[in-house]
């Protein structure tokens, strides 16, 4: 599993060797596809690292069993995170990426790690690309966003003393305005049963929406691209682009933030 994100600038400039360390530490942790789950003090997925940190502090086998369970997952039993309320996940996955040697680089990492590790403008994107199965690729920023039919939706707030907070209002594109314009291409009818749409974020998080869910069920009315949350642009912490699917039972299923790809696939039979 990929994840992809923007370097931060300062690791361009002159580092100390810690500071080396935690720099190259992250980046490896983007590449591995860790950000995706996880977060330096930010619960996701799966726990903060400084919360696996704390953990395993202290044990002398720290390093190797953490290593261990970058490579292998956890199994089905998983650790007890989302017992705690640290974790939306029972268990981590394997993760065949991962090299043995990568894996004990990430632990001695991830064991060191005291706070946030990445700062949420190191992952806005400037826009989102079009591209896969379509007739069309597209580049796509916030300018070009608004010559689209622009839609707007009031959602709950959610989270704790949600019911204290007025409504989010969204405003964006539909996904669904989106593909007409890139045109999606197929072969047959049957091709467009088996079409599906990634979008994907710039730390790798991904979600999915099905060709009919878009063009043929009410879902297809609330996956918005959005550019402005309560008639504001986007702040670091969402990108300038970010996606959510308002019609889900639950929309914070398919809210992605940072929004950086659009992909056309079709699954194979």
Known sequence: MNARCILPAVLALPLFAGQAAAADGMVLARDSGCLVCHRGAEQRLGPAFRDVAARYAGRADAEAVLARHI?????????????EGKARLPFMPANDNVTPENARRLAQWVLAVGGEVVAARQLRSDGVGVSGLVAHRLD??????????????????AGHGAAERPPNRFTGVLLRDILEKATVT????F???KTVVVATATDGYRVVFSWSELFASPIGDGALVFFEKNDRPLA??????????????????????WLKTIEVRRLAD
Request: hydrophobic share 40%; charged share 25%; aromatic share 8%.
């Open 186 to 189: 197929f072969g047959s009818h």
């Open 71 to 83: 490579v292998a997952g956890t199994g089905p039993d998983g650790l007890g995170w989302q017992k």
């Open 191 to 193: 091709d467009l049963k």
């Open 140 to 157: 796509l920023d916030v300018a070009a966003l608004r010559a689209f039919p622009v839609h707007r939706f009031e959602l709950a707030s």
């Open 236 to 257: 670091d912490d969402e990108g300038s682009v970010a996606l959510l699917s308002a019609r889900d039972a639950s929309p914070a299923s398919r809210y992605l933030k």
